[in-house]
């Protein structure tokens, strides 16, 4: 089977070396909004009674977010 967007999560999270808080503030770059308390429930096994599965756009937008954190904004044309 493939990866989820919940291994991808996992993967960018300990490759990149974030945190909760870090994650909460790259989803705020692109004006995502998202607690700590979701970022976890992520992060849990699939049988786990709080798992959630990681939607498409929680991880589209997170990725944008990447890309801002590390490039910086874009510039002005």
Same mark, same amino acid.
């Given at each position: 089977?493939?990866?989820?967007?919940?291994?991808?999560?996992?993967?960018? $999270? *300990?490759?990149?070396?974030?945190?909760?808080?870090?994650? *909460?503030?790259?989803?705020?770059? *692109?004006? !995502? &909004? #998202?607690?700590?308390? /979701?970022?976890?429930?992520?992060?849990? &096994? /699939?049988?786990? =009674? &709080?798992?959630? =599965?990681?939607?498409?756009? !929680?991880? $589209?937008? !997170?990725?944008?977010?990447?890309? #801002?954190?590390?490039?910086? =904004?874009? =510039?002005?044309?």
């Amino acid at each position: 089977m493939g990866l989820t967007n919940n291994d991808i999560m996992k993967k960018l $999270r *300990v490759a990149h070396k974030l945190r909760d808080e870090d994650i *909460v503030n790259i989803c705020a770059l *692109v004006d !995502f &909004k #998202v607690t700590k308390s /979701e970022i976890n429930a992520i992060y849990r &096994k /699939e049988g786990h =009674p &709080k798992y959630m =599965p990681c939607g498409d756009q !929680f991880l $589209r937008n !997170f990725l944008n977010g990447l890309v #801002v954190h590390l490039r910086g =904004p874009m =510039p002005k044309k």
